[in-house]
């Protein structure tokens, strides 16, 4: 295998090396949205526990308000922002369309590598025919 070769495969490996690095970063973005977003049953759970306009008028005590106001407070400090969600998908597509670059990257040099191999066997064939060695 000449230099070249292995230079081309080296390159490869780096390519690969590096797809994986942007897999686990992705990785890592999902999972941290996950754990930061709320779910339709956190929200369900909230409309469950407020009261209705009527019913703050008629039955709700100032305890009652600031616990309401509590859980506000809670929700908007939790709760994820379009701007926040759309940045971070942002993020991912960047990431994906990274890979999706790398990987197209690393099909061409295979083949470049693959047509280079088949051409460097042909000719190893024929020498070992004219050597009187080969099959």
């Known amino acids: 295998m000449t230099d070249e070769e292995k230079g081309q495969i080296g390159a490869i490996l780096e390519i690969v090396q590096q797809m994986q690095g942007n897999i686990s970063t992705m990785q890592a973005d999902i999972s941290a949205i996950q754990g930061t977003m709320a779910t339709k049953d956190d929200v369900a759970a909230v409309r469950s526990e407020m009261a209705t306009k009527d019913g703050l008028k ?5 305890d009652d308000v600031a616990a309401v106001r509590e859980d506000i407070e809670f929700i908007k400090e939790n709760m994820v922002t379009k701007a926040e ?3 971070t998908e ?3 597509m960047g990431h994906i369309d990274g890979f999706a670059r790398q990987n ?4 061409i040099e295979l083949v470049a590598a693959r047509s280079q191999f088949n051409r460097v ?3 190893v064939e024929v020498l070992e ?4 060695i080969g099959a």
């Open 90 to 92: 942002s993020r991912l």
């Open 104 to 107: 197209q990257k690393f099909d």
């Open 121 to 123: 066997e042909e000719r």
């Open 58 to 62: 008629n039955f709700a005590t100032k």
């Open 85 to 87: 969600a759309e940045e």
């Open 129 to 132: 025919l004219k050597a009187g």
